[in-house]
C-alpha cells in the first residue's frame, strides 16, 4: 500500500530534550516536505526537500533541522525542544517532475507535546 | 506565507444540501487544490484545477476557477454526515509545481 509513514505518533517531552520525527514514504517520491499545524493558523511549512541532499527552509524553519540522505526518508530533528513547537505535524511528498503535479500524500500526522 | 484563503470559516448545513467553499488568493499560480482534512488526521487530495481549466468535477465535487478573480469554489453535492470534516485549498505559486501554501481552511460540519 502507498503510504506515508510517521513515527511516533503521539509525542510528550520536556523543554530541551533532543528529539527525532521520523518519516517515511515507499512511493519513491523526490519532493518531501513537513508541516506543522496549529489553531487559528492552519498549515505552515517547516521545511522542504526536493531530493536526496537537497533541503530549504519553509514559512517556519527556526528550531528546526531536517535532513534527507535517503530519497524514502525525512526526518525531523527537534535539537531543544520549546513548548512553542506544541503543535500537530505533518510529513508529505509528491512527485511532482515525473505526474506533473505536485499533489501531496500526508502522513498520519504526529502529535507532538513539549512541557 | 499563507496565499490561500478559505471562506468561509466554518459551515453547517443539512444533509443533502449542497455546500460551497471559496478559497482567494494572491499571486499568479499554477495550479489550485483542494484538500480534506478529518479531525486531527492527514490531508487528504481530493481535486487539482490547473491554471488554464476553468471547472472540474469529481463525482459530487465541483471545483471552479477564475484566475481573474483570483479565486476558487469547492461544491460538495448532496452533502453527507461523512462529509463533516475540514476542507483547504492549496495553491502552487511557481511554474515549477512547488512548493504548495495552504490556506487556513473551512470547517464544515454536516448534520443528519
Known amino acids: 500500500e502507498a503510504q506515508v509513514t510517521q513515527n511516533p505518533r503521539y509525542l510528550i517531552t520536556v523543554t530541551g530534550k533532543k528529539l527525532t520525527v521520523t518519516c517515511s514514504q515507499n512511493m519513491n517520491h523526490e519532493y518531501m516536505s513537513w508541516y506543522r499545524q496549529d489553531p487559528g493558523l492552519g498549515l505552515r511549512q517547516i521545511y522542504y526537500s526536493m531530493n536526496v541532499e537537497v533541503t530549504d527552509k519553509g514559512d517556519v524553519p527556526e528550531g528546526y533541522k531536517v535532513s534527507r540522505k535517503e530519497k524514502r526518508n525525512f526526518p525531523l530533528i527537534l535539537e531543544s525542544p520549546s513548548p512553542n513547537q506544541t503543535s500537530l505535524y505533518f510529513c508529505?511528498?509528491?512527485?511532482?517532475?515525473?505526474?506533473?503535479?505536485?499533489?501531496?500524500?500526508f502522513g498520519p500526522g504526529t502529535r507532538l507535546t513539549v512541557l | 506565507s499563507q496565499q490561500g484563503e478559505e471562506d468561509p470559516q466554518a459551515l453547517s448545513i443539512q444533509e443533502g444540501e449542497n455546500a460551497t467553499m471559496n478559497c482567494s488568493y494572491k499571486?499568479?499560480?499554477?495550479?489550485l487544490q483542494w484538500y480534506r482534512q478529518n479531525s486531527g488526521r492527514g490531508l487528504v487530495h481530493l481535486i487539482l484545477?490547473?491554471?488554464?481549466?476553468r471547472e472540474k468535477h469529481s463525482g459530487r465535487l465541483r471545483v471552479t476557477l477564475d484566475t481573474s478573480k483570483k479565486s476558487s469554489s469547492l461544491l460538495i453535492t448532496a452533502s453527507r454526515a461523512a462529509d463533516t470534516a475540514s476542507y483547504f485549498c492549496a495553491t502552487s505559486p511557481n511554474s515549477g509545481n512547488t512548493p504548495l501554501v495552504f490556506g487556513k481552511g473551512t470547517r464544515l460540519s454536516v448534520i443528519a
Open positions: 484545477i490547473r491554471s488554464n481549466e
Open positions: 508529505a511528498s509528491s512527485s511532482p517532475w515525473t505526474s506533473g503535479t505536485n499533489e501531496q500524500f
Open positions: 499571486t499568479s499560480i499554477n495550479n
